[in-house]
T-cell receptor, first 117, second 115 residues
Framework: GAVVSQHPSWVICKSGTSVKIECRSL??????MFWYRQFPKQSLMLMAT?????????EQGVEKDKFLINHASLTLSTLTVTSAHPEDSSFYIC?????????????FGEGSWLTVV | AQSVAQPEDQVNVAEGNPLTVKCTYS??????LFWYVQYPNRGLQFLLK??????LVKGSYGFEAEFNKSQTSFHLKKPSALVSDSALYFC?????????????FGAGTRLFVKA
């Protein structure tokens, strides 16, 4: 069945560096992908909607220069956390929308843990 | 704007007893409603969804949910809880006139099932 793969599953980076998280749709094409972040014991907050071949649409309060999203192909979206700080430490989850033939179903990745030290 | 409310932070139930996790929603137009479960340090697992049709939706692991349009609710239920059902449960809504394909999540309800 349709699967969304995130890589890496967990990453530790130093404060001030940038880190990239990949979201891949396996066995289906995803024109739209979504990025969420989840703080411990809290809900998922939508950060941005990523459309293939165009700029991402960010939710209010999300810094687009800090959280760079690139959706270069129908199967890959990347989230780059630039100049990471400890407060960016979080669980980041992506989801991908299948096409109309797939019922426009949305599939979630397993998430990526980011720890900034 | 669409929104989801899960009024209970935590639900405690004894194993073998029925469980209910509450969810109400607000959306213009017809909603797509979902329940997901999250185990510690893991991503989301899809349980069930309502799009149209029968108001009672059956999903994975014996869970079901009832769509009630007049009360704008979509409560998650299971006739007999298992200890392994203990997890974090999220209600989510997608669609409506302005929502598009964005999925908005409730705050989550932590379910504890005691043996």
């Amino acid at each position: 069945g349709a699967v969304v793969s995130q890589h890496p599953s967990w990453v530790i980076c130093k404060s001030g560096t940038s880190v990239k998280i990949e979201c891949r749709s396996l066995d289906f094409q995803a024109t739209t992908m979504f990025w969420y972040r989840q703080f411990p014991k809290q809900s998922l907050m939508l950060m941005a909607t990523s459309n293939e071949g165009s700029k991402a649409t960010y939710e209010q309060g999300v810094e687009k220069d800090k959280f760079l999203i690139n959706h270069a192909s129908l199967t890959l979206s990347t989230l780059t956390v630039t100049s990471a700080h400890p407060e960016d430490s979080s669980f980041y989850i992506c989801s991908a929308r299948g096409n109309r033939e797939a019922g426009n179903t949305i599939y979630f990745g397993e998430g990526s843990w980011l720890t900034v030290v | 704007a669409q929104s989801v409310a899960q009024p209970e932070d935590q639900v405690n139930v004894a194993e073998g007893n029925p469980l209910t996790v509450k969810c109400t929603y607000s959306v213009s137009g017809n909603p797509y409603l979902f329940w997901y479960v999250q185990y510690p340090n893991r991503g989301l697992q899809f349980l069930l969804k309502y799009i149209t049709g029968d108001n009672l939706v059956k999903g994975s692991y014996g869970f079901e949910a009832e769509f009630n349009k007049s009360q704008t609710s979509f409560h998650l239920k299971k006739p007999s809880a298992l200890v392994s059902d203990s997890a974090l449960y999220f209600c989510a809504v997608r669609g409506g006139n302005t929502g598009g394909f964005k999925t908005i999540f409730g705050a989550g309800t932590r379910l504890f099932v005691k043996a």
